[in-house]
T-cell receptor
């Protein structure tokens, strides 16, 4: 049974701070990792993807992957109130039909 | 380009009734996924179509759920008869045929409330 674990939160950070969102996964052959952001009542939208160990930066967002520890994280620098949303971690495992498996999401609140 | 669209956005039905949810994927996307999110829980996979074929339906909870994708275009998910525990948000996602790195695009979901 493939599992993706996230702390449901809420994670509350002040405006301008770094928000750190974490995700662990159980299947060692997992290959692709995605972070989706979902605003209330809206569809999940992809903000970052990462496939190799290390860091990947895109603007204020940095994804970090450690396959040995089965851990992927998302850092949001200079957090803004508009970043307040639920962040979903999704994992695709090599083989089969490449179906994304999701965690339950972490609710992030950025307060002014 | 139109994104993934779902109808209706919200449905309230009584226990025992039938409801049909519809998903129109992005044009040209052969992969179509149905997911469900029950309050407080993770988004759980229901099934996966490649064109009109069911590739994986291991997540379907029971035989009260029937999904179809006639002609490999839009898909419907019927719940008959609906039970209280079927309440949740049903998401549809689509992606083109690709690799393990291919992104899935989501619709806004249908919020189903069974009373």
């Amino acid at each position: 049974q493939k599992e993706v674990e996230q702390n449901s939160g809420p994670l509350s950070v002040p405006e301008g701070a770094i928000a750190s969102l974490n995700c662990t996964y159980s299947d060692r052959v997992s290959q692709s990792f995605f972070w989706y952001r979902q605003y209330s009542g809206k569809s999940p939208e992809l903000i970052m993807s990462i496939y190799s160990n290390g860091d990947k930066e895109d603007g204020r967002f940095t994804a970090q992957l450690n396959k040995a520890s089965q851990y992927v994280s998302l850092l949001i620098r200079d957090s803004q109130p508009s970043d307040s949303a639920t962040y979903l971690c999704a994992v695709i495992t090599l083989g089969g039909s490449y179906i994304p498996t999701f965690g339950r999401g972490t609710s992030l609140i950025v307060h002014p | 380009e139109a994104g993934v669209t779902q109808f209706p956005s919200h449905s309230v039905i009584e226990k025992g009734q039938t409801v049909t949810l519809r998903c129109d994927p992005i044009s040209g996307h052969d992969n179509l996924y149905w997911y469900r999110r029950v309050m407080g829980k993770e988004i759980k996979f229901l099934l996966h179509f490649v064109k009109e074929s069911k590739q994986d339906e291991s997540g379907m909870p029971n035989n009260r759920f029937l999904a179809e994708r006639t002609g490999g275009t839009y898909s419907t998910l019927k719940v008959q008869p609906a039970e209280l525990e079927d309440s949740g948000v049903y998401f549809c996602a689509s992606s083109p045929v690709g690799t393990v790195n291919t992104e899935a695009f989501f619709g806004q979901g249908t919020r189903l409330t069974v009373v």
